[in-house]
């Protein structure tokens, strides 16, 4: 009666222990307890759009010859990348190892001695045993870490993904830098040129009498140093973009061969809002929501912790060491043994690893939804500056011709006229002009920029 009460205790005690373990074999599944989240798992659940901007080839939107060489280039000799495959690698072997964790482990340790008594023959003792112990995965806790390692090898390629589509973004956006820079400079050494012309035609018309000072000549020659210091400020910008290309191509500094012109158009793009169903192809995205899941894997490990551990060894070999016997030819011998270790008591370390595991995983899932925020701003960014940069592009355009007309009318009512207009008027126009044509490369810049920005945001670059 005392055994079958005992029988039946244990049986409880074992359903219990098996029914509370029943959340430590599931699979993560992406959280839809938010709107955010469950938009997320929704748009994962199909299948991407080839034809969505993010998702064509970095081929089809950078057309550039010179350019696509120099993409080339960096995906193949490019450091960070490189590091990032290789992160990969070492993810591919940690899963390796976590999957033949369920094979049993097999040592082999042969021995030999030999003795003699009182002057006898030396006698030989050996013993070749081998022993294979093998852990049986009652509670999940291999089978996690093998799902934890799937994960963190799903975040690796995520992560290498990402680097591949900023490597491309940051090639082409410093590409398109060093085009607009070497613009300005050719704008500036020729709009140089001009202004000297001005400084000589001012000096000649006060020393002619023509109602023009003194103050005029230095006020002149003061704005034409200006423009040449302004040169030796594009040519140092100039030289640290080469550095930075060279950099990126894992070379040493060299001048790069660009496009003469900073043009870079999107496909129309018309949206009212951020596409979740690209967002969550980003390679960010998909990298945080594999944190999560590593991080969900950890806590189901630490749950296992708190569940008994099956161990079944088994040993055998050939000896001829029979107690204090020495028998030859040898016999072979065999042993099997099972263990359960159940902890009890571990001085709070598991209780401990829990709550700690628990928390990183809230930490992850904070994590994961900041990301899709931040890529839904960056993709909304993107948009607002490509559409904006247009409409920008239309003004400076209409102001620059006007511009161009002001300086031509104040130059020859200066040099024709007497009293209807003023060196100030002269030199305000050729500023005017400058700093005109100059925002207008900055815009175009700006617009190239915002396309390149838009493709990486939306995870281009596979």
Do not use: H
Request: proline share 3%; aromatic share 8%.
């Amino acid at each position: 009666m005392k055994l079958n009460t005992i029988s039946k205790m244990l049986v409880a005690l074992c359903a219990i222990m098996v029914l509370g373990s029943c959340n430590i074999y599931k699979k993560y599944q992406t959280p839809t307890d938010t709107p955010l989240t469950a938009a997320y798992a929704e748009a994962r659940s199909q299948a991407p759009d080839s034809a969505a901007f993010g998702n064509l080839l970095w081929e089809d939107v950078f057309t550039d010859p010179l350019l696509v060489n120099l993409i080339e280039t960096a995906l193949t000799n490019n450091t960070s990348l490189a590091n990032a495959r290789i992160n990969v690698e070492v993810a591919q072997a940690n899963l390796k190892g976590a999957r033949l964790a369920y094979l049993p482990s097999v040592v082999l340790a042969p021995n030999g001695s030999g003795s003699s008594m009182a002057g006898s023959d030396l006698s030989w003792s050996y013993t070749i045993p081998a022993q294979a112990s093998w852990e049986i995965d009652l509670f999940g806790k291999l089978l996690n870490s093998k799902r934890g390692a799937k994960a963190s090898l799903l975040k690796s390629e995520a992560y290498a993904q990402a680097v591949r589509s900023q490597i491309i973004s940051t090639v082409a956006t410093t590409y398109y830098s060093i085009a607009a820079v070497r613009e300005q400079l050719q704008l500036s050494r020729n709009t140089a040129v001009l202004w000297e012309q001005t400084v000589r035609t001012m000096r000649d018309l006060k020393e002619g009498g023509r109602g023009v000072t003194e103050a005029a000549v230095v006020q002149s020659a003061a704005n034409y140093y200006s423009i040449l210091s302004s040169i030796a400020d594009l040519e140092i910008t100039l030289d640290q973009l080469n550095n930075t290309m060279s950099l990126l191509m894992n070379t040493t500094p060299r001048e790069w061969e660009v496009t003469s012109t900073v043009e870079l158009d999107a496909p129309a793009i018309v949206r009212t809002g951020v596409p979740m169903s690209e967002l969550a192809w980003r390679p960010d995205v998909a990298a945080a929501e594999q944190d999560l899941a590593v991080a969900y894997y950890a806590t189901n490990s630490a749950r296992a912790a708190f569940y008994p551990g099956l161990n079944i060894t088994a040993g055998g070999g050939f000896t001829n060491l029979l107690g204090s016997v020495v028998k030859n030819p040898g016999e072979w011998f065999y042993q099997l043994a099972g263990s359960l270790t159940a902890p009890l008591f571990s001085r709070g370390q598991n209780i401990a690893r829990l709550e700690a595991t628990k928390a990183q995983q809230r930490q992850a899932l904070n994590n994961f939804e900041y990301t899709i925020l931040s890529a839904a701003a960056e993709v909304s960014d993107a948009l607002t500056v490509y559409e904006k940069s247009l409409e920008k592009s239309n003004y400076l355009e209409e102001q620059v011709r006007n511009l161009e007309k002001s300086v031509e009318y104040t130059q020859d009512l200066m040099l024709y006229s007497t009293g209807s207009t003023s060196y100030l008027e002269v030199l305000t126009a050729q500023q005017g002009l400058l700093s005109a044509q100059i925002n207008q490369i900055n815009t175009k810049l700006s617009r190239a920029r915002s396309v390149i920005n838009l493709y990486q945001a939306l995870g281009g670059g596979r």
